[in-house]
């Protein structure tokens, strides 16, 4: 199964470039040309008829005009009931003549292709390429967004467990970046996909000759058969007028609308199609064949008479063009061509955030070094080369540290500091090399970093904004502040401690924009912090929002604090400093993990991570903080149940359970197949 679903995602994301840019071009066109019933009217005014009368002018009146204002035959005469449209007629040549039903006279000529709806039908039908496979074309991708597009994108977005589809419907509010645009592109196409494939494969069956016969042979059906009854002598009108009456007649009633097409070299008799105020919708069309000299019906077959495949075809049509259900499936149809160039627009910005992702890390100096803390130095970072990146508040950088790890430490900057990054680093009593290599640095020294990511971001539905930190939590909470002071959004800063000479930041949070906005709790104990805490946020403030950095007992304290008070989930953010307790909470087993892509199978000690276990073996794999806070070493199941202990993944991407972070989560069972 991973294999095909490697191969799905594959297909998806180079026809989605590629094919499926073709696809919102046809969406895009055909979004314009289902709004033509009702704007037609507004953009040519000469398809309304000034003026109203009792007595409209004959057809045979109209059609001898029209011969004498264009040259080439008259293909067809197009009517509605409204009293207030005009009457066309179309020509071979694809001119189209607008009449006033009264007088008869002249309001409009001009080709099928012009006017705000006319062009634009015309790239629709990629009219622009030869008429014997612009069809084809447009049905071939028609079929790629049908099978790939929608189909492909169902069966890899598909969640795994019951519980996985709740989460998998829902937009995740508290993602950002590329995650967000993940997100949303594939909740949107879930919804968006049954009207999808509906779309699509209407448009293969009109697209394809091959495909109409297809249906016709399965149904059993046979086409319509047109009668030839005698020609009209030369010289003499054919009798329009005649068989219009005699058509309303036989149906009992006025139709909504109609089409005659006079006789021809090809066909003799004078072709009535109309469609009836019962019918079901404006594609259904009931046929009459009148005499040419006298107008009488030779033959008449309404829609309930045709073969089923016909009748299955006209139904075809009205999906396809968003005719059946009235102004709700007209709108609905008009929802999912909008949704196609939604699912265009996100899945090229998620492609694109992935390669910028993937981008050389940026060359920076150390410009300066301050001492915050005892323990705590900031770092202010200038480019070297290439101008730094924009970031919001609450990112963070990936900093390559000379000799040592990979690490992350938060931006502190405010919104107007675009020419350099400033961190804060903590060393570390027990510290593999991240805070001891960082604070050995020197001013002039050269780094590598990653381009800012946030996993942390400011939620736009925040109106007030309590910010709790302890300790160097404070970090991301400083960026957010100067953010939020910056935008005049009423914020209130919280920081813990355990003495005042500890805290970083004094100066920076007693000066404007921050002063008067910090409360600082100073060297409170375990018992203490919980009423604080109460006391802080008994009341939530009217479109409050908490976010809250620290170590990961505070963390749990707050956690406790502010759902006893009555916060909503989604009105709670945090970010880890610390490895979570939950990362070495719970039983550790031997567990056998199999590589889906090689089929080596390893045995995962008790007391050893998968991530050390895969490289161990030699198997490539990214890693950076390795206590399941930053995401970097994330790893796709194919198949196992995940013992999730990380604090980085959202409740959905648990809930789905095709994602871990093997640095700190282990397996419930014995066994896990990973994407390696």
């Not at 355990?498 to 004094?506: K, P, S, T, W």
């Given at each position: 199964m991973s294999r095909i679903k490697r191969f799905a995602t594959f297909t998806h994301l180079w026809f989605g470039l590629t094919v499926g840019l073709l696809g919102c071009f046809l969406a895009a066109t055909g979004g314009w040309v289902l709004l033509r019933p009702q704007g037609d009217a507004i953009a040519n005014t000469?398809?309304?008829?000034?003026?109203?009368?009792?007595?409209?002018?004959?057809?045979?009146?109209?059609l001898k005009t029209a011969r004498g204002v264009h040259a080439s035959p008259v293909d067809s005469l197009w009517w509605k009931a409204d009293p207030a449209a005009s009457l066309m007629v179309r020509y071979k040549d694809e001119q189209q003549a607008y009449f006033d039903r009264c007088d008869g006279h002249l309001l409009g000529l001009h080709s099928r292709w012009d006017g705000a709806f006319g062009f634009i039908e015309k790239l629709h039908r990629l009219r622009f390429l030869p008429t014997d496979i612009a069809g084809q074309v447009a049905a071939t991708i028609a079929a790629c967004m049908a099978v790939v597009m929608a189909g492909f994108g169902l069966f890899i977005w598909w969640p795994r467990r019951r519980s996985a589809w709740k989460p998998a419907l829902r937009f995740d509010g508290s993602l950002d970046g590329r995650a967000?645009?993940?997100?949303?592109?594939?909740?949107?196409?879930a919804f968006a996909a049954p009207m999808l494939l509906l779309i699509a494969a209407t448009g293969v069956v009109i697209g394809f000759d091959s495909v109409q016969a297809f249906i016709m042979t399965v149904t059993g059906s046979k086409p319509l058969h047109k009668p030839r009854p005698a020609a009209l002598p030369k010289g003499r009108p054919a009798a329009v007028d005649a068989a219009w009456r005699n058509v309303v007649a036989l149906a009992?009633?006025?139709?909504?609308?109609a089409t005659l097409k006079p006789p021809s070299a090809k066909q003799s008799a004078i072709e009535i199609y109309y469609n009836l105020p019962s019918d079901a919708h404006r594609e259904i069309r009931n046929y009459a064949y009148a005499e040419a000299a006298t107008g009488s019906i030779v033959q008449a077959t309404p829609y309930a008479r045709l073969s089923l495949g016909q009748r299955i075809y006209q139904w075809i049509l009205g999906l396809h063009q968003g005719a059946v259900g009235g102004l709700f499936g007209q709108l609905l149809t008009l929802a999912a061509m909008l949704a196609i160039l939604y699912l265009g627009y996100s899945g090229v910005r998620s492609y694109v955030q992935k390669r910028l992702g993937k981008r050389p890390p940026l060359l920076v100096r150390v410009a300066a070094i301050r001492d915050e803390a005892p323990g705590i130095k900031s770092f202010e970072l200038t480019s070297v080369g290439r101008r730094l990146p924009r970031f919001a508040a609450g990112a963070h950088i990936d900093v390559h540290v000379p000799d040592g790890p990979k690490r992350?430490?938060?931006?502190?900057?405010?919104?107007?500091?675009?020419?350099?990054?400033?961190?804060?680093?903590?060393l570390e009593d027990e510290s593999r090399g991240g805070s001891r290599g960082m604070h050995k640095l020197v001013p002039g020294q050269e780094l590598r970093i990653g381009a800012p990511r946030n996993l942390f971001p400011i939620d736009r539905a925040t109106r007030h904004a309590t910010l709790i930190a302890a300790g160097i939590g404070i970090t991301p909470i400083l960026s957010m502040a100067r953010h939020l002071a910056a935008r005049r959004v009423p914020f209130v800063i919280h920081y813990f401690g355990?003495?005042?000479?500890?805290?970083?930041?004094?100066d920076a949070l007693a000066e404007p924009p921050l002063a008067g906005h910090v409360q600082t709790h100073v060297g409170l104990g375990r018992a203490a912090i919980p009423a604080a805490l109460s006391a802080i946020l008994a009341n939530r403030p009217v479109g409050g929002h908490l976010y809250m950095c620290g170590p990961d007992g505070f963390m749990t304290a707050v956690d406790e604090v502010v759902q006893a008070a009555g916060w909503p989930a989604r009105a709670i953010h945090r970010e880890h400093f610390a490895a979570p307790l939950a990362a070495s909470a719970g039983p550790r087993e031997a567990i056998e993990v199999t590589l889906a892509r090689s089929g080596r199978k390893l045995l995962v000690a008790a007391d050893e991570s998968i991530l050390d276990a895969l490289k161990a073996a030699g198997v490539a794999s990214s890693s950076s903080c390795e206590q399941g806070t930053c995401g970097d070493c994330a790893l796709r199941v194919c198949a196992g149940e995940v013992d999730h202990r990380d604090h980085f993944l959202t409740e959905a991407q648990r809930q789905r359970g095709d994602v871990m972070l093997p640095c700190v989560s282990r397996a419930r069972g014995r066994a896990l197949t990973l994407d390696r």
């Open positions: 000469y398809l309304v008829s000034p003026t109203r009368c009792a007595t409209p002018t004959s057809f045979d009146g109209i967000r645009t993940r997100n949303r592109h594939s909740v949107v196409g009992g009633t006025l139709p909504r609308t992350q430490f938060s931006l502190t900057n405010g919104p107007r500091q675009r020419d350099r990054f400033t961190i804060a680093v903590r355990r003495d005042a000479e500890g805290m970083a930041f004094r």
